[in-house]
Nanobody, 117 residues
Framework: QVQLEESGGGWVQPGGSLRLSCVASVSTFSLYHMRWYRQAPGKPREFVSVVTDDGSTDYADSVKGRFTMSRDNAKNTVYLQMNSLKPEDTAVYYC???????????WGQGIPVTVSS
C-alpha cells in the first residue's frame, strides 16, 4: 500500500511562486502515474496535472504555462512548481498515485495553498 506525503504549501501573494512536493513510500515508484488535484472551498475536486511513468506531462487549461510538474524516481518524489499564482489557485492540493495498468488510486492528505494579498 503506497503512502503519500505532501509538503510545500502555504501562503503567497498573487504573482508569487510555490513548489509542492509529494513523497511516495513505495519501492516501485517508477511504475506509478502521479497526479495533482485541488479542491477550492465550496467546489468539487479538480484535476491539475499528471506525470506518467514515462515522464509525459499534461495540465489543466487553467494552469498551463504557469505550473510545471516533474518527478524524481530516485527520490520517490513528484514536484509541482507553481508560478504566477492567482487568488483562484487557492485550494487544498492533493497528490494522487495510480499504478500503471491498475484502477486503484491512492490519495495524500492534502496541503493548503492560499494566494492572497
Amino acid at each position: 500500500q503506497v503512502q503519500l506525503e505532501e509538503s510545500g504549501g502555504g501562503w503567497v501573494q498573487p504573482g508569487g511562486s510555490l513548489r509542492l512536493s509529494c513523497v511516495a513510500s513505495v519501492s516501485t515508484f517508477s511504475l506509478y502515474h502521479m497526479r495533482w488535484y485541488r479542491q477550492a472551498p465550496g467546489k468539487p475536486r479538480e484535476f491539475v496535472s499528471v506525470v506518467t511513468d514515462d515522464g509525459s506531462t499534461d495540465y489543466a487549461d487553467s494552469v498551463k504555462g504557469r505550473f510545471t510538474m516533474s518527478r524524481d524516481n530516485a527520490k520517490n518524489t513528484v514536484y509541482l512548481q507553481m508560478n504566477s499564482l492567482k487568488p483562484e489557485d487557492t485550494a487544498v492540493y492533493y497528490c494522487n498515485a495510480q499504478q500503471i495498468l491498475l484502477i486503484k488510486e491512492t490519495w495524500g492528505q492534502g496541503i493548503p495553498v492560499t494566494v492572497s494579498s
